[in-house]
């Protein structure tokens, strides 16, 4: 009798492990292009042009930019990320949480190489669209290393000028990569988002006398062109160099028509407050909050609080100078411009 339930128990031991191996073997992942085409197979690798699978015997790369989801059996919780991120990028944002907190739950130590590559291309955009750019760098840096054509269509996000330990520590990641990076697709790349870091953490004064500015004051393209523009204006600025400051407003005036009307008015009032005559001042700042109220929210909650202060330089009735931080505070939460304003605001006891 015992001899029958080992061998029993043995049957039974042996089918679960035919049953198992017959699921796997059934298993199969699945790509779907942006074109709607799909590709049922297995994904062997990541190589740098995409994702390697095998199909009937054959390969086949799938790059990264003509992927729209990818699911696996083995791997369910992708499945579901994939559905919630693409919710997400309707303009879900409950779902592209809920896809991020999927995401990061694949990146276990076993997880293939091909799915670690897959979650850190998805959790980029995530972060780079969050403002997260810290994790968003740390993911391009990831890819980078894994399949370098992988990030060269990736646009890194700009850092905060508000977050100085964090962009110092990315200056440093950065520059250390670039030590080795040589002729790499996305030296480039990590070149101009150390600019950036530079122009945020380095001291103006050596940024001008250095020449940072020179090659993006050059591009043909005029994004670029008038973002450094408006760079060389604030670090003018803050280095109390006014003439020449205004002598810089106006070459861009000239050379640049189509350049951003918001940013023009803010410096405007910039210089018309270091010029003393605050009333003109304030109405350029407060074009900003009337004309471009959420073009940027950070340069508008700082041209409010601006409009507050020239107005009090003025002497106008101070009513009027808190209504004009109330609506900083009230309208931009969370800005630097708002957390002035509230200070002023307790100043005159409206708080």
Do not use: C
Request: net charge neutral.
């Amino acid at each position: 009798m015992r001899h029958w339930q080992i061998n029993l128990t043995r049957t039974a031991m042996l089918a679960s492990a035919v049953l198992a191996l017959a699921l796997a073997a059934s298993a199969e992942d699945r790509v779907r292009t942006a074109e709607g085409i799909g590709q049922r197979g297995e994904i062997e690798d990541v190589t740098e042009d995409g994702l390697r699978m095998k199909i009937n015997g054959r390969r086949l790369v799938v790059p990264f930019t003509d992927i729209q989801s990818i699911w696996s059996d083995a791997y369910p919780q992708l499945k579901e990320a994939e559905e919630l991120y693409e919710k997400g990028v309707g303009g879900d944002a409950d779902a592209m949480k809920k896809a991020a907190k999927l995401y990061d739950g694949l990146l276990t130590k076993g997880a293939p190489a091909w799915l670690r590559t897959v979650v850190q291309w998805r959790m980029y955009s995530v972060y780079a669209t969050s403002g997260l750019v810290q994790k968003a760098l740390d993911a391009y840096l990831s890819m980078a290393k894994q399949s370098p054509k992988l990030v060269t269509d990736l646009a890194l996000p700009a850092p905060a000028a508000d977050q100085h330990e964090v962009n110092r520590r990315m200056l440093a990641q950065v520059e250390k990569v670039l030590e080795t990076a040589g002729n790499a697709p996305y030296a480039d790349a990590l070149r101009n988002f150390r600019v950036s870091l530079m122009l945020l953490e380095g001291d103006p004064k050596d940024i001008l006398a250095g020449g940072i500015l020179d090659k993006p004051l050059a591009s043909t393209d005029a994004g670029v062109r008038q973002s450094a523009m408006f760079k060389k204006m604030d670090l003018l600025t803050a280095l109390g160099r006014d003439q020449e400051a205004s002598a810089w407003f106006e070459k861009i005036k000239t050379s640049e028509p189509e350049a951003d009307p918001a940013e023009m008015a803010y410096w405007k009032g910039r210089i018309l407050e270091k010029q003393g005559q605050p009333i003109d001042a304030a109405l350029a700042f407060m074009r900003l909050p009337v004309l471009y109220p959420r073009l940027n929210v950070q340069r508008t909650a700082d041209a409010l609080w601006r409009a507050g202060k020239a107005l009090e330089a003025a002497e106008a009735p101070k009513n009027e100078a808190q209504a004009v931080y109330q609506e900083a505070v009230s309208d931009y939460a969370g800005t630097t411009g708002a957390e002035r304003a509230r200070r002023e605001l307790a100043r005159l006891g409206a708080e």
